[in-house]
């Protein structure tokens, strides 16, 4: 397949003769698609087809973020050293923003890595945090198995084991998935060296008894090698000599094999130091000298050195190797308090990471949501407007209806009115038959004084008459008929308002002038509107809603 791809690359160099690199953009995307397909597989293969792309050709953002994710990629697998961050956060910038969340997860995951090669080991974590934000959302379980395998690294370098060996779990069970064994197997012996550095080596010893298994199931010597020195090691540590000796006699001829790096030499020659075969011991540790490749493997074997040289009586020997594995163990601790400090920093970066993933995932949320709100309260907004319209129109239509209604009222109870007062006014020609009595017409034209006095005499009689009770009560009854019952409720008022107070009212409600008040009465109509104003204002004391319904009378007429 690698040698199809490489015959059409040749085709696409030819568009750039000069220099034998690809320039034109639909050549570059098939590169970078022939790149994306066999990177997990053929690293090197894949590494030959990015190289022939001109960097100095590609234009648009879109196309640099790809090749700067694709390269950056190829270059990791292919174990090329970084000397900056550059080119990859060009990518990751441009994918964050992207609705391609395949691209976003790796931009973020080689990002991750990069750092992790430049040994920014808070910058890889929360890169490789931000990239696991998007794990639920791709399906792709070989990137899901890169991701947790390098988180599960950043931990365990942080000596955080207990998160480290949760990560390789996740990691072996997604090549497991691919059916990639050789990562699963890795991982699982990472998720065992974690269990062995928390000095938990029953729960290591069975993860390495699963890995042995695995790898002979699938004929990978290289695995169950390593499982049986890590389990021979682990019983080493943990003092369980018998179950060492049973180890070592069983795979005799993997110990014993020409390859020294199957078993160190150092552990070895620990081993043989605990069974007391010092004879052994030393050869192994002679051996070791050039084999240590750790700060652990020089306190073990200078630890050897010392139980030698004291087994031997050589004192000051002894001295100096103890002094020397002393002086390392320090170092060592010192260092794995710092990397435990670096490592209680990740909780930390990790919500920190989080809250600024939540925001960029609900970034376009929280803009349609401003959208939506601003268009509820517009939409809100032009209902009240409309509502409150419809209201007002409703109002108005009220207010119609009660003019209406109260202009029908008024216009009734004028026509009582003026019905009440042509009954009172028949009353009075029929009492004072003919009219011609009336005072106001006839007395004060008559110069006859005696003349004026026998007609005044009649007058009186006949305003007497006028004003006896069974009168009174027709005009109280007319009265309520027109004022809904008005003389019974001023009636009720009882002893608060006197007799004569009250013949005035009956012949203000019914419409009579002043004037015509006076001549009734026998007094000036001065007096009668002062006694009026006196009236109403004792009423109002007395009780002001009879007061407002006499007013409606009142200002009726």
Known sequence: MASILLLALISFSCNHPNDNQVSSRKAINSILDSVENIMD????????????????????????????LFYTAVQFKNYQPFSSDSLIMESVRYYSRSKNTDYRFLSYYYLGCVYHELGKITDASVAFAQAEQLVDLIGNDHWKGLLYYRLGCIYKESYYLNRAKEYFDKASLFYENEDNYSRSLLSLSQAASCESDMLHFDAADSIYMLIQQCATSNKNEGYFKKAVYFRFLNYVFSDKLDSATVLLDKYHSI?????????????LAMYYNKINDYSRSESYLKIGKDHIKTGGDSIYWFYCNFVMAEHKGEVQKALDYQKECTSLQYEDLRRNLYKSVLGAQKDYFYKVVELEAEKKKNRNTIIV????????????LLYVSLKRRREAELKKRDYLCAINELTTQISLKQDKISKLNDKVREML?????????????????????????????????????????????????????????????????????????????????????????????????????????????????????????????LNSK
């Open 41 to 68: 597989e053929d690293a090197k293969s894949a590494d030959s087809l990015v190289q022939l792309i001109d960097p100095h050709s590609i234009k648009g953002r879109k196309l640099r973020a790809r090749y700067g």
């Open 255 to 267: 110990i014993d094999s020409p390859n020294i790096d199957n078993f160190s030499p150092i552990v």
């Open 369 to 380: 949501s401003s959208i939506v709100i601003l268009a509820f309260i517009l939409s809100s």
């Open 429 to 553: 020609r029929q009492q004072f038959n003919p009219t011609d009595y009336l005072y106001t017409r006839y007395y004060e034209q008559i110069d006859d004084s005696k003349k004026a006095e026998r007609l005044y005499g009649v007058i009186r009689r006949q305003m007497e008459d006028f004003t006896n009770p069974k009168n009174i009560d027709r005009i109280d009854e007319l009265l309520d008929e027109s004022f809904d019952g008005i003389m019974t409720k001023v009636l009720s008022l009882g002893p608060n308002i006197k007799e004569k107070d009250l013949l005035l009212l009956r012949f203000v409600l019914a419409g009579f002038s002043s004037k015509s008040i006076a001549a009734i009465l026998g007094d000036t109509h001065l007096n009668i509107n002062q006694r009026k104003k006196r009236l109403l204002d004792k009423i109002q004391i007395a009780s002001p809603k009879l007061m407002d319904e006499l007013s409606i009378a």
